[in-house]
């Protein structure tokens, strides 16, 4: 039999943060790789340099690089006070992508959209892909990437394309000109002693590695809806999952199956196999025959129970045959076309934990800056009023302000998602921790700007 033949990639935005990491993954398995951006940064890759939101120069860029997959990372980056480039890039710059996937042919479409599509300002825990985005978005870049991903999710089945959406939380790495600047400019200025809010909520940051390799491996099973059996169906959702411990990393409670084995005078019966669960690091090749993996039991509440999946698979089916003449296809919660999926470090922090980690790694190696001073910290109320004047007066002398009332919302209120679905449907595991991400990027930032290691 022979295997399938390869994709070959056009990455929209393929210049940007997260679409050179994706880049550079592709290139590191020996696949073949295009970009397509406003800007030329890297040189290793054909680039073709147009606008998104053209349909006509999308599309010469899908013909000379014979993509069969699109991975659309394209976007202003979030907290510019303009409305109109967010909708012209993010609407119908993504509008565009389809129109020119769908007449050259293209098989696949991998969205990054954002986990800010389900804000609204207040708490989200253990947040699932079953919230929908709120009627009114928090701000501009949430609304039209909420837009984006509702048409790319429309357009699964459209003339062969088959497409998936990817809402990553708080990414950062090394190549981030956001997150790390605006960090590094509150070290700069001394100002990494204020607080705002009690920091007792949970926040989810992902680094920019595990974004691409999960782009990957949306790409890679992105193919069309077949019937899965009850024996495939069971396997996706009952097969134990382990705690994400990259960070913490995990202890072994030793049991009766799985444990040291300590001096003794007879050995017991499965001696090897009993020392070899407890060091094994795979939690699922600890498992044999004498010992089985915890059940996963689930609720009708929950995401992936039985009642959920075949509601989802019933409603599915009727909405394709209801709309049949558009050439629709049914999805299906265990399969990845037509689908959405949280994507994040499955570490959730504290929120102000994160910001002092970095802080913490620039004062190591800047002798010169002042030492770490007493925390002060406001209420979220106080800060709210303290933004909304901030906003006024930039404002008033015309600049962006850099404290503002979304970024005191986004600080304070616990922010998390489930990524379960992601783990199982797509096979995703996070392979940077929060900790070693965190020093990966500070030594990036400090090697941009010649400082000390």
Same mark, same amino acid.
């Given at each position: 039999?022979?295997?399938?033949?390869?994709?070959?990639?056009?990455?929209?935005?393929?210049?940007?943060?997260?679409?050179?990491?994706?880049?550079?993954?592709?290139?590191? !398995?020996?696949?073949?790789?295009?970009?397509?951006?406003?800007?030329?940064?890297?040189?290793?890759?054909?680039?073709?340099?147009?606008?998104?939101?053209? %349909?006509?120069? &999308?599309?010469?860029?899908?013909?000379?690089?014979?993509?069969?997959?699109?991975?659309?990372?394209?976007?202003?980056?979030?907290?510019?006070?303009?409305?109109?480039?967010?909708?012209?890039?993010?609407?119908?710059?993504?509008?565009?992508?389809?129109?020119? +996937?769908?007449?050259?042919?293209?098989?696949?479409?991998?969205?990054?959209?954002?986990?800010?599509?389900?804000?609204?300002?207040?708490?989200?825990?253990?947040?699932?892909?079953?919230? #929908?985005?709120?009627?009114?978005?928090?701000?501009?870049?949430?609304?039209?990437? +909420?837009?984006?991903?509702?048409?790319?999710?429309?357009?699964?089945?459209?003339?062969?394309?088959?497409?998936?959406?990817?809402?990553?939380?708080?990414?950062?790495?090394?190549?981030? !000109?956001? &997150?790390?600047?605006?960090?590094?400019?509150?070290?700069?200025?001394?100002?990494?002693?204020?607080?705002?809010?009690?920091?007792?909520?949970?926040?989810?940051?992902?680094?920019?590695?595990?974004?691409?390799?999960?782009? $990957?491996?949306?790409?890679?099973?992105?193919? #069309?809806?077949?019937?899965? /059996?009850?024996?495939?169906?069971?396997?996706?959702?009952?097969?134990?999952?382990?705690?994400?411990?990259?960070?913490?990393?995990?202890?072994?409670?030793?049991? *009766?199956?799985?444990?040291? $084995?300590?001096?003794?005078?007879?050995?017991?019966?499965?001696?090897?196999?009993?020392?070899?669960?407890?060091?094994?690091?795979?939690?699922?090749?600890?498992?044999?025959?004498?010992?089985?993996?915890?059940?996963?039991?689930?609720?009708?509440?929950?995401?992936?129970?039985?009642?959920?999946?075949?509601?989802?698979?019933?409603?599915?089916?009727?909405?394709?045959?209801?709309?049949?003449?558009?050439?629709?296809?049914?999805?299906?919660?265990?399969?990845?076309?037509?689908?959405?999926?949280?994507?994040?470090?499955?570490?959730?922090?504290?929120?102000?934990?994160?910001?002092?980690?970095?802080?913490? /790694?620039?004062?190591?190696?800047?002798? *010169?800056?002042?030492?770490?001073? !007493?925390?002060?910290?406001?209420?979220?109320? =106080?800060? $709210?009023?303290?933004?909304?004047?901030?906003?006024?007066?930039?404002?008033?002398?015309?600049?962006?302000?850099?404290?503002?009332?979304?970024?005191?919302?986004?600080?304070?209120?616990?922010?998390?998602?489930?990524?379960?679905?992601?783990?199982?449907?797509?096979?995703?595991?996070?392979?940077?921790?929060? %900790?070693?991400? =965190?020093?990966?990027?500070?030594?990036?930032?400090?090697? %941009?700007?010649?400082?000390?290691?």
């Amino acid at each position: 039999m022979s295997s399938p033949q390869k994709d070959i990639y056009l990455i929209i935005g393929g210049s940007g943060f997260l679409g050179r990491h994706i880049v550079e993954k592709l290139l590191a !398995r020996g696949d073949v790789v295009s970009t397509f951006d406003i800007v030329q940064r890297y040189h290793d890759v054909p680039f073709y340099s147009g606008d998104i939101s053209e %349909e006509n120069q &999308v599309s010469q860029a899908v013909q000379k690089s014979a993509a069969t997959c699109i991975i659309h990372t394209a976007s202003p980056p979030h907290g510019i006070d303009d409305p109109a480039l967010y909708w012209k890039v993010n609407v119908d710059g993504t509008q565009a992508v389809i129109n020119a +996937a769908v007449a050259n042919g293209v098989h696949k479409l991998v969205f990054t959209s954002s986990a800010g599509v389900v804000f609204n300002g207040e708490d989200l825990v253990n947040t699932d892909e079953r919230l #929908p985005p709120p009627e009114k978005s928090m701000d501009a870049y949430n609304e039209s990437k +909420a837009k984006g991903e509702e048409l790319v999710l429309a357009a699964n089945g459209k003339g062969g394309l088959l497409t998936v959406a990817l809402r990553p939380s708080g990414i950062f790495g090394p190549g981030d !000109r956001q &997150v790390m600047h605006g960090l590094s400019q509150v070290f700069e200025r001394n100002q990494t002693n204020f607080q705002i809010g009690d920091n007792n909520n949970l926040f989810d940051w992902t680094y920019v590695t595990n974004v691409a390799h999960a782009h $990957l491996l949306a790409a890679d099973r992105l193919v #069309p809806l077949k019937h899965l /059996s009850e024996q495939e169906t069971s396997q996706i959702i009952n097969y134990y999952l382990p705690t994400v411990s990259l960070t913490t990393g995990s202890r072994r409670q030793p049991t *009766s199956e799985a444990r040291p $084995l300590g001096p003794y005078v007879v050995p017991p019966p499965h001696a090897e196999e009993i020392e070899a669960r407890f060091n094994n690091p795979d939690p699922q090749a600890q498992y044999t025959s004498i010992s089985y993996p915890p059940p996963v039991v689930r609720s009708r509440f929950d995401p992936l129970s039985d009642a959920v999946i075949a509601r989802h698979r019933a409603l599915a089916a009727i909405n394709s045959k209801e709309k049949e003449a558009e050439g629709p296809i049914p999805t299906d919660p265990l399969q990845v076309a037509g689908q959405v999926f949280f994507i994040t470090n499955g570490e959730p922090t504290y929120f102000w934990d994160f910001p002092r980690a970095v802080w913490r /790694s620039l004062r190591v190696s800047s002798p *010169s800056a002042p030492s770490e001073r !007493r925390r002060i910290t406001f209420p979220r109320e =106080v800060g $709210l009023v303290l933004a909304y004047a901030a906003e006024w007066w930039g404002w008033l002398v015309g600049k962006e302000p850099a404290f503002t009332r979304f970024r005191v919302t986004f600080s304070c209120v616990h922010r998390w998602h489930n990524i379960e679905k992601a783990r199982r449907v797509l096979g995703y595991e996070p392979e940077v921790g929060l %900790e070693e991400g =965190v020093k990966r990027m500070v030594d990036w930032w400090k090697a %941009e700007h010649g400082m000390k290691p």
